[in-house]
């Protein structure tokens, strides 16, 4: 049997070599790859071919592993989360170490994890329009990258009976977006006939820091770096409605916190440039985030400013 005394040598050859899923993430796969090859776990399969466990494998990594397990690297690669993806869902910098997400619906249809699952602002599945959970309903823990199937806890409860809950609209648009898809029915202001910026997912976050308090007060600018993610879906859904919040009324409730904001210019930053009078928010727009899928928001910003 192999498994954790199973020691790879120059020309291993390994008992199965699992097909993948074109929205398959490489966790899944090496989990799949793992369990073909009688591992216990994926982490167990990458220290067998003494490689970093790390959800989040740099390029080196990903040569080395391709190299050990037999298979093209360019396969590895277009899976494996980038800092510059091909598709937003696969954000480096937003895929978390731990913990993991499912949908149920697609667990039914096939056990295996969608790479969409693993993005920190994607909350729901656009194929079934339903909320994705990253806690397991039978012992309330978070969801692990490392199980054995995708469709199983550590503790054995099977994610395939869970019931599904229909997700909101903001939650489905946005999945779509990390996606590089079009929403069939989108509400936020973007202009997407050149496709979805590769950038999205930077900009919604940005956004919902800068704009995403409507409660009657002015959140505090971030000055440097940029805006922190959320860590848990609960906490991502709640960021999506104040996204909804802000741009459902298009472009009210958006116009007056950018007026909002610039009431709270001091007569010292007056005398500066603009962009250092109005703040980080201003940057934000105007300076960072340049695709013109994003005009909607720089003109009404604008008109705001000129009015003030």
Known sequence: ??????????????????????????????????????????????????VSPAVRPDGTEIRLLAEA?????????????????????LRRSLTPAQGDAVCPECLRQASYSRRLWSHQLATACPEHLVQLIDQCPGCAARLRHDRPLAHICDCGYDL??????????????VASLLEGRTPPQPTLPL?????????????????IYHFGSVAGHIRPLKLSGLAPAPRLIAHSRLSLRAIARVTNDWPATFSSLVSAFMQTVSPRQGEATVSARLGSWYKFLFRRYRNPAYSAFRNAAANTIVLE
């Open 1 to 50: 049997m192999l498994g954790s005394e199973f020691i790879v040598t120059e020309g291993t050859s390994w008992v199965g070599k699992p097909d993948r899923y074109p929205d398959e993430s490489l966790a899944s796969y090496l989990r799949h790859f793992a369990r073909d090859n009688f591992f216990g776990s994926r982490s167990e399969l990458l220290r067998a071919v003494e």
């Open 69 to 89: 397990l037999g298979v093209p690297h360019a396969m590895l690669d277009e899976m494996a989360p980038s800092d510059t993806p091909a598709v937003p869902a």
């Open 160 to 173: 395939r009976g869970v019931e599904s809950k229909p997700a909101e609209p903001i939650e489905v648009e």
């Open 191 to 207: 202009e997407l006939s050149s496709g979805v910026p590769p950038d999205i997912d930077l900009f919604l976050l940005e956004f």
